[in-house]
């Protein structure tokens, strides 16, 4: 059963390593609409070569693949239709052609539709390929060598795709050919997508593509620090949903995506630019505003010495809200009391001076 | 004494967790033609959203005709900064202009002649009216600020907040957009508009307020749009 | 050709996907306006996981149920994706992909938890909520269709002139009273009533063209917002119609994909011959040219 680990790994690795790029060229739905229309070409591919072993198939999905890219980009630059329609019109319309194929001439074999959109790397092992008298599941054969191929491609190209993900139109003038590699990268997608059909399907492959680079993309801010912590992520991710669906006998997919989205959503909420501490500050930075506002009144001219009903019916502060902050000011020994009146200390004083310096107020 | 149509009281407001505006005390009086001006960043936009209601200030208030009743909004017609609605979007001009009529109409009521009346009185200001049916998307910058204009003027309301109108617009567009307020202040409306180009000010507005995140002045154009007042908002902070 | 064209089945299938395909073409119009197509495809996949859970829960296969429950997760879907790119850096397009697969994943889970217990009898039908299958709808499915479309377009026309503004210029619409959060929560309900009600017809995975193609084709076609409604929710229909009598006539033709490829022939003839198609552009640049201002 490590086998069909090692190909779930494998395939998360070669997926998560290309999303990285995806995520920051915000294509994760163009390749969603690949995934699902490269069935049609391997639906035509079987046509031609009625064999579904065949690597015409790989062949065909590919042409199918980048067709779509391209035909979507035809549409997005007539003007008439918005990118994102385009994608939603496209993918769907081709994929429906590929079903009706399938139902009406391929029902008896085994490209059956169910299998092609939902994938099971449990069956992986079954099939099997010899290699150097070792008998390994070719699955694993196929994958290992799709990323191997994608690993390549970055290296080679890391320069020109760190510079056209960032910044597309000084790529342009510095002269690379951007177009050149956003083809390269579609190809690569789309050869990674159907090699991965048959462990993830294709609905479930984008999932493998960007998840694990959304989460990292929550976390870093250098693109490589981005592309180790996505596959870290997509490792992370893999082995969780293996044994869950291992234990409760589900479908292994099904639950590494759904986990990947536990992942993300527990980054989203805790990193330390995530939602929480987000919230934290800026209830501490409201805090600070009002403290800060109390002073800034107490040291204008015709207000040193204040009341307590004074200061609240200024601000529409609540009594309650008012005792919490004057308590601090009084404790850090910026506000003195005597009586009922409250003024502002030396120290207060400095206080507004590096409140003025801090937002950047006239004096 | 004249009678203040916005009365703002200790104002402090954030943009994007930054604060913007620090403790602004001013009054608008009734019938003026207000610039707001200032340095990028100075916090013009939010002020006027924060007067829209389209911003929560952290505290202090706005109040129209002495009211913070959200119905006294309705008495102000708003002109966003350029760029802000979807030109995709398939409607004509003389639609974008009965929008304006909306803001006096419950549910489902449709316009009523009344409306289309008011709504090409409105064009005819704004003199567009021959581009009526013309695609709002198909106009030139001048006359997109026009039909947005006409479509607040057609909202009949008391007072009017502009966002930079008279920004990158042609001069026979900003001659004819100065020519109507003039005459819209004449029966007795109130102009609060952010403004940037200082050597206008003096010529176009009768009441201004200079602000840099905290308010340097406010009032008549001759009293507080001094030279003083100016660099005061506009030095650049050393270091 | 009479023959199809009075059976019973036909007339169930075709009268539910035209009801459907006119209802999706006036709500579509709205979010392909904002810019916001694809977001009704990730709440397509979502609902998925929704229908095998209210089989889990409730225990029959009964479309009221199994919608109730896919609107429920279209919602979570829905407001996960605004969490996600109001409060962080991730764009519409990342969430949109991240929610879609993940919940989709999660139906696939369940399913296969379903599948492989004995406690649960006759998933078989769960599938077809993936692609459709609408040769086994019900006439209470047709109803229900009837009833989801009728509440989508009663709110769409109590609300007409404020959906309207509201997509022309959402600051405008604001100032002049009109709530934002209202508006989403309005556009959400008319928009997943069509989805959750037309699983059964088209299937997760489809749903959204209906959604987009008309709203395109109606936007080719005209200039003005009632008349790209009407056209758009026209031309769902006649889609409907001819697909549904396309896989009714002919052998081993599901109804959903026939009713998509049919709208995607409209809209290939609309892009080359609607007034701003590509064949008349040329024509029409031409003339605005002529009576330009000035």
Redesign the interface.
Same mark, same amino acid.
């Given at each position: 059963m490590i086998e069909v680990l090692l190909v779930l790994i494998v395939t998360a690795l070669a997926t998560s390593l290309l999303g990285v790029f995806l995520v920051l060229r915000s294509l994760a739905m163009t390749t969603d609409a690949i995934s699902h229309t490269i069935l049609l070409g391997i639906v035509l591919a079987f046509f031609i070569t009625n064999d579904l072993r065949s690597p015409w198939l790989i062949l065909g999905a590919s042409i199918a693949g980048v067709l779509t890219v391209y035909i979507i980009e035809v549409l997005s630059k007539t003007r008439l239709i918005r990118p994102d329609a385009s994608i939603g019109i496209v993918f769907t319309a081709l994929f429906a052609a590929a079903i009706i194929l399938i139902s009406k001439y391929a029902a008896d074999v085994h490209l059956d539709t169910g299998i092609v959109l939902m994938g099971e790397v449990i069956f992986a092992p079954f099939t099997r390929t010899e290699i150097f008298s070792w008998s390994i599941p070719s699955a694993l054969l196929q994958m290992s060598i799709i990323l191997l191929i994608n690993l390549l491609f970055i290296i080679i190209f890391y320069k020109e795709l760190k510079v056209s993900s960032f910044d597309p139109k000084f790529a342009f003038i510095a002269g690379f050919s951007t177009t050149l590699i956003y083809y390269i990268l579609m190809t690569l997608v789309s050869v990674t997508a159907v090699t991965a059909f048959d462990a993830v399907g294709s609905i479930l492959v984008i999932n493998f593509f960007v998840a694990p680079a959304l989460t990292a993309y929550l976390l870093v801010k250098r693109l490589a620090t981005m592309i180790w912590c996505s596959m870290l992520f997509a490792v992370i991710n893999s082995v969780s949903g293996y044994f869950i669906g291992i234990t409760y006998d589900l479908s292994i997919a099904g639950v590494t995506s759904f986990v990947a989205f536990i992942t993300f959503i527990i980054v989203f909420l805790l990193n330390p630019n995530g939602f929480v501490s987000r919230k934290i500050r800026s209830l501490n930075q409201k805090r600070e505003f009002n403290r800060a506002m109390i002073l800034m009144l107490m040291n204008e001219e015709s207000h040193q010495s204040l009341t307590k009903s004074e200061i609240i019916s200024h601000f529409h502060f609540n009594a309650g809200k008012f005792d919490k902050h004057m308590k601090y000011l009084i404790f850090n020994n910026y506000v003195t009391r005597t009586n009922e009146h409250y003024t502002l200390t030396e120290l207060g004083e400095e206080y507004t001076h590096y409140t003025r310096e801090k937002y950047d107020l006239p004096v | 004494m004249t009678e203040n149509i916005i009365t703002i009281k200790n104002l402090n407001a954030a943009y994007q967790e930054k604060p913007v505006l620090w403790h602004i005390s001013l009054d608008i009086p009734k019938n003026s033609c207000t610039a707001i001006v200032g340095p990028n960043g100075a916090g013009k936009s939010t002020m006027i959203k924060t007067m829209m209601q389209l911003i929560k200030p952290l505290s202090g208030e706005v109040k129209i005709n002495g009211s913070k009743d959200k119905h006294e909004l309705k008495k102000i017609a708003y002109v966003p900064q350029k760029g802000e609605v979807n030109w995709d979007f398939p409607a004509t001009v003389f639609d974008v202009v009965l929008m304006g009529r909306y803001v006096h109409k419950g549910w489902i009521k449709r316009p009523n002649a009344k409306d289309r009346e008011m709504a090409l009185e409105a064009l005819k200001t704004m003199r567009i009216e021959a581009f009526k049916d013309r695609q709002i998307s198909e106009l030139s910058g001048g006359q997109r600020q026009r039909a947005f204009l006409a479509r607040a003027i057609a909202q009949d309301a008391e007072i009017y907040v502009m966002d930079e109108p008279l920004q990158g617009i042609d001069v026979t567009t900003e001659n004819l957009i100065i020519e109507v307020i003039r005459h819209l202040q004449q029966s007795g409306k109130t102009f609060v508009i952010v403004h940037h180009q200082l050597d206008t000010v003096g010529e176009y507005f009768d009441h201004a307020i200079i602000l840099n995140k905290s308010l340097i002045a406010a009032g008549a154009v001759e009293t507080v749009f001094t030279e003083e007042n100016i660099e005061k908002a506009y030095r650049e902070k050393v270091n | 050709m009479m023959d199809v064209l009075t059976s019973f089945t036909f007339l169930i299938v075709a009268i539910g996907t035209m009801v459907l395909a006119f209802t999706g073409g006036l709500a579509g119009t709205i979010s392909?306006?904002?810019?916001?197509?694809?977001i009704?495809?990730a709440i397509g996949?979502a609902t998925f996981p929704g229908v095998v859970l209210s089989f889990m829960l409730i225990g029959i296969r009964e479309t009221f149920t199994l919608a109730l429950g896919a609107i429920i997760l279209g919602i979570i879907a829905f407001f996960s994706i605004q969490?996600?790119t109001k409060?962080?850096?991730?764009?519409l397009?990342?969430a949109?992909?991240?929610?879609?697969?993940?919940?989709?994943?999660?139906?696939?889970?369940?399913?296969?938890?379903v599948q492989?217990n004995p406690d649960y009898g006759g998933t078989q039908g769960l599938?077809d909520y993936?692609?459709g299958q609408a040769a086994y709808m019900l006439s209470s499915d047709v109803y229900l269709i009837i009833i989801a479309s009728a509440i989508s377009l009663l709110l769409f026309?109590?609300?007409?002139? %404020?959906i309207?503004?509201y997509? /022309?210029?959402? *600051?405008?619409s604001?100032?002049?009273?009109i709530n934002e959060n209202f508006m989403n929560l309005l556009i959400l309900t008319i928009t997943i009533l069509v989805i959750a009600t037309g699983l059964k017809a088209v299937g997760a995975?489809?749903i959204?063209?209906i959604?987009?193609?008309p709203?395109?084709i109606g %936007?080719?076609w005209?200039?003005? /917002?009632p008349? *790209?409604l009407l056209i758009g929710g026209f031309s769902g229909a006649t889609a409907a119609f001819t697909g549904t009598y396309i896989s009714t006539a002919?052998?081993?033709?599901?109804t959903?994909?026939?009713i998509?490829?049919s709208l995607?022939a409209i809209?290939v003839l609309s892009?080359f011959l609607s007034p701003?198609?590509?064949l008349r552009r040329g024509a029409h640049k031409g003339k605005?040219g002529e009576d330009q201002?000035d």
């Open positions: - | - | 392909v306006m904002k810019g916001q197509s694809l009704g495809d996949h969490m996600i409060h962080s850096k991730v764009t397009d990342g949109l992909a991240l929610i879609l697969s993940s919940f989709f994943g999660l139906g696939m889970a369940l399913m296969s938890f492989g599938n993936i692609f026309i109590i609300f007409y002139h %404020q309207r503004i997509i /022309f210029d959402p *600051v405008f604001r100032t002049i009273g995975v489809l959204v063209n959604l987009i193609a709203a395109v %936007q080719l005209s200039n003005r /917002f008349v *790209v002919g052998e081993n033709i599901a959903g994909p026939a998509i490829l995607s809209l892009i701003k198609g590509i605005l201002y």
